[in-house]
């Protein structure tokens, strides 16, 4: 028997884990790099992402009630964003 190497158990653990290991970090680099530096919008061809933010800001205020409707509408049309 064969009992002096109590080491030859764990070795392909540490290989596994390592594997693991190497997985983990390109999966971060590749999602972050995804969200970051893609070059791609999700938003539509013709909107620009601060009037994207400006309509969500006068979406809210409209809905808490700080503005009227017609008031909406008006700074809709300023923004150049009618539907």
């Known amino acids: 028997m064969m009992w ?11 290989g596994l884990l390592a ?3 190497v997985a983990i970090v390109i999966y971060v680099v ?13 938003l539509p061809s013709g909107v620009r992402p601060e009037a994207d933010a400006a ?3 006068l979406d ?4 808490r009630g700080e503005i ?7 700074q ?6 009618e539907r």
Not at 60 to 63: D, K, N, P, T
Not at 68 to 74: C, D, I, K, V
Request: proline share 0%; net charge positive.
């Open 68 to 74: 009227t409707a017609e008031q909406y509408r008006e």
């Open 60 to 63: 809210e205020r409209f809905a």
């Open 4 to 14: 002096g190497n109590s080491t030859m158990g764990w070795s392909w653990g540490f």
């Open 55 to 57: 309509r969500k800001i």
């Open 19 to 21: 594997l693991v290991g």
């Open 76 to 81: 809709i049309r300023v923004l150049g964003d």
């Open 30 to 42: 590749v999602r972050l790099v995804s969200k970051n530096g893609g070059g791609e919008s999700s």
